[in-house]
T-cell receptor, first 114, second 114 residues
Framework: DQQVKQNSPSLSVQEGRISILNCDYT??????FLWYKKYPAEGPTFLIS?????DKNEDGRFTVFLNKSAKHLSLHIVPSQPGDSAVYFC?????????????FGSGTQLTVLP | ETGVTQSPTHLIKTRGQQVTLRCSSQ?????VSWYQQALGQGPQFIFQ???????GRGNFPPRFSGLQFPNYSSELNVNALELDDSALYLC?????????????FGPGTRLTVL
């Protein structure tokens, strides 16, 4: 039972254009959402996050949008750069006992073409 | 650079054997979580330790166990290895005073079970 889903395994975008990565979740108890970026042979690196009380958070070229009624979030990268090519994971957290655990989606491989 | 290191980088074991994976966090990171990432999937939460005690566990059998030490290092032990245990194992730590949503990942240990 996948509680966090990323339905697009891959996405290719031209340099300078917008990249939009999507994520859906099913668990209403999730109250915090994060995006991680992963290069080969490295661990995931935190990119941006959003609390469930907000619908938008922006950090430079990266913006995350949250639609709670649709249980959907998206990551926008504008403008896209070749260095953004990586696997992007959406993650969600909520309390599990006394721990806050990250539940990840399966990832989207973003390729930004020069 | 997250300051989280893991050893070894790669490991090959045979079915039925036992393995110990190690993680070293920065000083002051008193929460550590372990994740299993199978090929083509997102990381899955195994368990979390806070102040040397397990305070949350995912859907993994008891043959997965862990330890956290006062010097901010930790171990993941897996007994009776199975072929499906082949995966990338990631540890992530959280600095004291920050919410456990803020997790800094190490580069992982690639375990292959033959």
């Amino acid at each position: 039972d996948q509680q966090v889903k990323q339905n697009s395994p891959s996405l290719s975008v031209q340099e300078g254009r917008i990249s939009i990565l999507n994520c859906d979740y099913t668990n209403s108890m999730f109250d915090y959402f994060l995006w991680y970026k992963k290069y080969p042979a490295e661990g995931p690196t935190f990119l941006i996050s959003i609390s469930s009380i907000k619908d938008k958070n922006e950090d430079g070229r990266f913006t995350v949008f949250l639609n709670k009624s649709a249980k959907h979030l998206s990551l926008h990268i504008v403008p896209s750069q070749p260095g953004d090519s990586a696997v992007y994971f959406c993650a969600a957290t909520g309390m599990s006992g006394s721990a806050r655990q990250l539940t990840f989606g399966s990832g989207t491989q973003l390729t930004v073409l020069p | 650079e997250t300051g989280v290191t893991q050893s070894p980088t790669h490991l090959i074991k045979t079915r039925g054997q036992q393995v110990t994976l190690r993680c070293s966090s920065q000083s002051g990171h008193n929460t550590v979580s372990w994740y299993q990432q199978a090929l083509g999937q997102g990381p899955q939460f195994i368990f979390q330790y806070y102040r040397e005690e397990e305070n949350g566990r995912g859907n993994f059998p008891p043959r997965f166990s862990g330890l956290q030490f006062p010097n901010y290092s930790s171990e993941l032990n897996v007994n009776a290895l199975e072929l499906d245990d082949s995966a990338l194992y990631l540890c992530a730590s959280t600095p004291r005073g920050l919410a456990a949503d803020t997790q800094y990942f190490g580069p992982g240990t690639r375990l292959t079970v033959l």
